[in-house]
């Protein structure tokens, strides 16, 4: 059993292979943190101290007991107005006006299996893989409950958490603050990393201390954004990628959410993760409820390098879904930045031909198929095929592409409207809009209200209308701009809206793949504005940046493969000069980088020599024998490429045997000095052969002093070694 519970000092011990959670419900029953951390049997409530604090209030039912406040102890959900002046994982004002609540433990729960949302995504896990505790909690008071759920996966070393509000009293009350996880540490001295970044630019690692003063990061665009990724890690200050303390929280969330990391006046360090407070203000009446999105928290005491591993394996095997789940994607070709809004049936048709011959397995056509779109002014809403564009309909296009022995994907963009639309010409209200006042505009168009079940229904039917006209086996899920303007027609209470939002995406998503579950997802905001847990959920793979080159991609992927999944990486290889950065590097290069993903092309073949496209042919070749491991190895950054003038990670089986090293040298130098680049994760006392040069190699000798990358004239050379262990 992963979950016990001590019963004379009301202990809970959630226990994972590597890893121990532990928590108490006290004399006055509230529910306090105690441990997270490495694997340990003992008690740890001696870690509490208690001491009388000036200005750290104290509970009523403490009596004359000064040393108890809430001010100084840890807690597992702190509420606003206990007394505990740090930033709270929960606020409420009641329906008298006053904010606050008393959350005392009531009972608890410890199931089998997995517990799931209803309407929100999460991890999942069968029922023998994985434990449940409820803790109920009550303020009697104000007649708010809270019930924590803890789900425990031990041989992930995964705790996911999550919250369920339920009201009973009269009148409305508010939820102005939800935080889905918190981890209060008593001591210790820690560095917080995110990741930040721009449109085209996403996912930058930053390194801090944590300080006093707290510091924020979040998302206030509806979107789980390309400026801040819902993921914070703190890592003990000298945690490295192979060794040290380190603890990840990540949001399986799509929408604003807030995280943040404050060292409180007694030294103590808060994290906390959850939806974005601001704007949010979320009603509930007499036998309402509302649920907080999971949380997935995992912990390394050997570094950051297992502290990814975790995350990795847990979204590739307990979250991402469906038919392509486990399977290597389809290498496609996508129209994009091949032929931008200017395109026909017949272009179209001639690019998958092209690219069927080079090996290519789908085409996709994106943005321009539809309605009046040939710039990005107009169109979006109107998801009926522009026949006279294609020049035939969508069907015939389809078959024939199919002939061709390839399959066919479509891009959409469900959640936008253009004013210059026949949807916006019937329905503005259906945008989110502010009455009386003009809305915002971004990318000259609006988001429609997916607060509102008739408005999502209505655009499910017409997708479905698109989706039934032919075999159609992937889409790509787009969204070109943040949220603003967030008034619904629907209710007179906006603070739900944003989450209401989510749960209508998340509807609709669900929908989608309840009707077509062999469909491949996979999910964008302009590349990389939602890559986020709870999309992959739904979208097993997510495009990771509009940004395709791959100079840049080197720094955008490095970023990702902290939180996420190689097999979630959309990657694809692209025309130089590069459309976003002008810059020129070697196709051999841009097809090992690409390759670090989810394969594929998105360029015109047609502009190609002999040359490159033989290359094609091998690059495709070369990912078919790779995918496997790259997909399903252990994942191994290698070098910082934000510190490095070298980019260089790894993949590594399961089992040890096959070890595949990709490296990008960026920039060259007169007189070069040698680039060594160490190995990791081979067995140890293991020898290993590189495939092409026939060389053999201790796996000491690899990991400790590494293998030199051949110096060679130019920036932006690439390197591929493939090892097999031979003994
Ligand atoms: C976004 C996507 C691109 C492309 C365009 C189409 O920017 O990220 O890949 O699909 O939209 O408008």
Redesign the pocket.
């Given at each position: 059993m992963s979950i016990l519970f001590e019963e004379k000092k009301k202990i809970f011990t959630l226990q994972t292979q590597g890893t121990t959670y532990q928590m108490q419900v006290d004399r006055y029953g509230f529910l306090l943190h105690l441990y997270y951390g490495p694997k340990t049997n003992g008690e740890m409530d001696y870690l509490l101290t208690f001491a009388d604090r000036g200005f750290s209030g104290n509970p009523y039912d403490a009596g004359e007991d000064r040393s108890y406040s809430m001010d100084a102890l840890p807690q597992e959900f702190p509420c606003q107005g206990t007394g505990d002046y740090r930033s709270a994982a929960f606020l409420v004002k009641n329906a008298d006006g006053s904010y606050g609540c008393d959350l005392r433990y009531q009972s608890h729960e410890i199931r089998k299996g997995k517990y799931a949302i209803p309407g929100l995504p999460a991890v999942y896990a069968k029922q023998e893989e994985a434990w449940t505790l409820e803790i109920v909690l009550k303020d009697p008071v104000t007649k708010v409950s809270v019930s924590l759920f803890y789900g425990v996966l031990p041989e992930l070393d995964i705790i996911t958490r999550s919250a369920k509000v339920e009201y009973a009293g009269g009148g409305t009350i508010y939820l102005e603050k939800v935080q889905s996880a918190c981890l209060d540490f008593v001591s210790g001295e820690y560095d917080v990393i995110s990741f930040y970044g721009r449109h085209a630019m996403e996912r930058n690692v930053q390194r801090t201390p944590v300080c006093h003063g707290a510091q924020v990061i979040g998302s206030r665009r509806g979107t789980s954004s390309h400026q801040y990724n819902p993921m914070l890690i703190l890592a003990d200050r000298e945690a490295t990628e192979d060794a040290g303390s380190c603890y990840a929280m990540s949001f399986v969330y799509s929408g604003g959410f807030q995280g943040e990391v404050e060292k409180d006046q007694y030294e103590q360090t808060r994290a906390l993760l959850g939806l974005q407070e601001e704007c949010f203000s979320y009603p509930l009446q007499a036998g309402g409820q509302f649920w907080a999105p999971e949380v997935v928290l995992t912990y390394s005491k050997t570094g950051l390098a297992k502290l990814s591993q975790n995350l990795h394996e847990c979204f590739r095997t307990h979250l991402c879904r469906g038919k392509y789940k486990d399977c290597v994607r389809p290498v496609l070709l996508?129209s994009?930045e091949a032929s931008y809004f200017d395109f026909s049936g017949e272009s179209i048709y001639r690019l998958a031909k092209q690219a069927a011959e080079l090996g290519v397995e789908m085409l996709v056509m994106?943005?321009g198929w539809f309605g009046k779109r040939d710039d990005?002014n107009s169109g979006l809403g109107d998801w009926d095929v522009n026949e006279e564009k294609l020049g035939e309909p969508l069907g015939s296009l389809i078959e024939k592409i199919n002939g061709l022995g390839m399959k066919f994907g479509i891009?959409f963009?469900p959640e936008a409207v253009n004013e210059d639309s026949d949807l916006f010409r019937a329905h503005p209200d259906w945008a989110l809009r502010i009455p009386g006042r003009d809305p915002v505009r971004s990318r000259n168009q609006l988001v429609l209200d997916f607060s509102r079940k008739d408005v999502v229904d209505y655009v499910f039917e017409k997708i479905c209308g698109v989706l039934d006209q032919g075999n159609i086996e992937y889409i790509?899920w787009?969204m070109?701009r943040s949220l603003s303007d967030c008034y619904s027609r629907n209710t007179c209470d906006q603070g739900r809206v944003m989450y209401d939002y989510v749960l209508g995406l998340y509807d609709f998503l669900e929908r989608l793949l309840k009707r077509y579950p062999d469909i491949l997802l996979e999910g964008?905001?302009?590349?990389g504005g939602r890559f986020d847990a709870g999309m992959l959920y739904y979208t097993p793979q997510i495009?990771c940046s509009?940004n395709t080159d791959a100079a840049d991609r080197l720094k955008i992927q490095y970023g990702t493969s902290f939180g996420y999944p190689v097999s979630a990486v959309g990657s694809h290889v692209s025309a130089v000069p590069n459309h976003q950065t002008g810059r020129v590097i070697p196709f051999h290069t841009r097809g090992i980088v690409a390759m670090a993903g989810t394969f594929g092309y998105e360029l015109d073949p047609e502009k190609l020599s002999e040359e490159e496209k033989q290359e094609i042919r091998e690059q495709i070749a070369a990912y078919k024998k790779y995918a496997p491991l790259i997909h399903r190895g252990n994942y191994f950054r290698l070098t910082n490429p934000f510190a490095r003038e070298v980019g260089a990670w790894e993949f590594v089986s399961k089992d040890g045997a096959e070890v595949l090293l990709q490296a990008v040298i960026t920039q060259v130098h007169g007189n070069m000095t040698a680039n060594y680049v160490r190995l990791k994760g081979l067995t140890e006392g293991g020898v290993y052969r590189e495939q092409e040069s026939g060389k053999v190699y201790a796996a000491e000798a690899l990991m400790e002093a590494g293998i030199p990358l051949p110096i060679q004239m130019g920036d932006y050379r690439a390197y591929q070694m493939y090892f097999t262990r031979i003994s």
């Open positions: 996508n994009w994106d943005d990005d891009w963009e790509k787009d070109n964008c905001s302009g590349g495009w509009d």
